[in-house]
C-alpha cells in the first residue's frame, strides 16, 4: 500500500477544506488498510500456523499480538474467512464499494445463493440501516416459518457487570416480542413522571425496572405498517411476518388507516379540536422530527396546530405538527388541552 507523507501542519491551524479531505483521505486509507489485513488474517488462519505458538485458535492469536478484544478478533477471522469464499464480497470490499463495518453485519447471512444480492443491497445501503435492510430482504426472499423458526431458537437475555459497576442486558427478541416489549415500556414513560433531568434513555431504564418489577397488566399501542407490496414493519422499520401481526390479532383493537385512490390518508373532520388517533399515526410517519427549526427531536412529541384552532385553524393534517415538550409549551403557553392552541 502507498504511504503518504505525514500531515505535519497543526490540526487546530488547517482550513476546513484541509480538515475535512485529510478525514476523507484518512478514513479511504484505514478502509483500504483494513482489507489488507484481512486478507492476511484469512491466509493465516487456513495456514494454521498460529498454533505453533500456542493459541487455541486464530483469533485468540491475533487478540494477543494486536492488542484488541477476543470478540473483535472473532469477528475479523469471521470475515477474513468470508472473503476467502465469496469473490463478490472481496471485490466489492476491496474497491472500497463495501466497508468492513457493512461486512461485518452482512457475514453471518451471506451464503452462495444470496451472495451478490446481499452484497449490492450492501453497497447501496448506509452501516447503520444495513441490518434492518437484511432483515426486509429476507422476508421477502425467504421462508416465513423458517426465519419464524430462527428467530425463536436465537432469543436470548444476557447481561454482564463492566468496570464502571454498572450492568448491561442484551435481549435478542423476535419481532413480535420487541413489539409489545418496547410498546411497554415507552406507555410507561409517558404516563410516570420523569425525575428532572432525565434523559429518554434514563426514562426508559426506569420503565423497564418498573414494567419487570411492579409487574401488571400494560395496554399498549403496536403500530404495524402495510405498504402494498413491502413487508409488512413495526414503527421502527423492523421487518414482521404476516401470520406474527396474525397472532397478535385475537388479542389486539385493529384501526384502520385509510387511503384514498391516489394513497393519501384520507383526513379527519376539521371541527374536532384534537388529533384523531388516526392523524396522529399519519403525523408520526410523516413527520418523525420535532417541527421547531433545529430542532432534530424525535420521541414523545406533541401534536400542535400550525394555524391557531382558537384563531379558527382546523385540525387537518395540512394545519397540523409535531413538536417537542418545552418547544410546545413556550409557544401554547396557557392551553389547557395539552393537544394545540
Known amino acids: 500500500m502507498q504511504m503518504r507523507e505525514k500531515v505535519t501542519e497543526p490540526v487546530a491551524e488547517m482550513a476546513v477544506e484541509r480538515l475535512e479531505a485529510e478525514i476523507v483521505a484518512l478514513a479511504g486509507r484505514l478502509s483500504a488498510g483494513t482489507y489488507e489485513l484481512l486478507v492476511l488474517v484469512g491466509e493465516l488462519d487456513a495456514r494454521g500456523t498460529w498454533a505453533a505458538w500456542g493459541a487455541l485458535s486464530c483469533a485468540a492469536w491475533l487478540a494477543e499480538v494486536a492488542d484488541i478484544d477476543i470478540g473483535t478478533a472473532r469477528t475479523q477471522v469471521r470475515v477474513a474467512r468470508a472473503l476467502r469464499h465469496h469473490a463478490v464480497l472481496d471485490a466489492a470490499m476491496r474497491a472500497g464499494e463495501v466497508s468492513y463495518a457493512k461486512a ?21 445501503t448506509p452501516a447503520g440501516r444495513l441490518g434492518a435492510a437484511i432483515a426486509a430482504w429476507s422476508r421477502r426472499h425467504e421462508d416465513p416459518d423458517e426465519i419464524d423458526r430462527r428467530h425463536h431458537t436465537q432469543r436470548s437475555l444476557t447481561w454482564r457487570t463492566d468496570p464502571d459497576g454498572m450492568v448491561t442486558l442484551t435481549a435478542r427478541l423476535t419481532p413480535q416480542q420487541a413489539a409489545t416489549v418496547t410498546a411497554a415500556i415507552d406507555h410507561q414513560v409517558m404516563t410516570n413522571h420523569a425525575p428532572a433531568g432525565a434523559s429518554l434513555r434514563q426514562q426508559r431504564a426506569d420503565a423497564l425496572t418498573d414494567t419487570v418489577t411492579h409487574g401488571g397488566t400494560v395496554t399498549a399501542e403496536v403500530v404495524i405498517h402495510i405498504r402494498g407490496d413491502q413487508p409488512t414493519l413495526l414503527a421502527d422499520g423492523t421487518p414482521i411476518a404476516d401470520h406474527a401481526v396474525a397472532a397478535l390479532l385475537p388479542d389486539a383493537f385493529v384501526s384502520l388507516l385509510l387511503c384514498d385512490t391516489a394513497r393519501h390518508p384520507i383526513d379527519a373532520s376539521p371541527r374536532r379540536r384534537t388529533p384523531t388517533r388516526r392523524q396522529r399515526r399519519v403525523l408520526d410517519q410523516t413527520h418523525p422530527e420535532c ?6 427531536a424525535t420521541h414523545f412529541l406533541q401534536y400542535d396546530h400550525i394555524q391557531p384552532y382558537t384563531h379558527d385553524g382546523p385540525t387537518t393534517l395540512d394545519n397540523l405538527q409535531r413538536l417537542c415538550g ?13 393537544t394545540g392552541p
Open 326 to 338: 418545552p418547544h410546545n409549551r413556550a409557544r401554547a403557553r396557557g392551553r389547557v388541552d395539552g
Open 291 to 296: 417541527a421547531h427549526p433545529g430542532c432534530r
Open 104 to 124: 461485518r453485519v452482512l457475514v453471518p447471512h451471506v451464503c452462495d445463493d444470496n451472495e451478490e444480492a446481499l452484497v449490492e443491497l450492501a453497497a447501496c
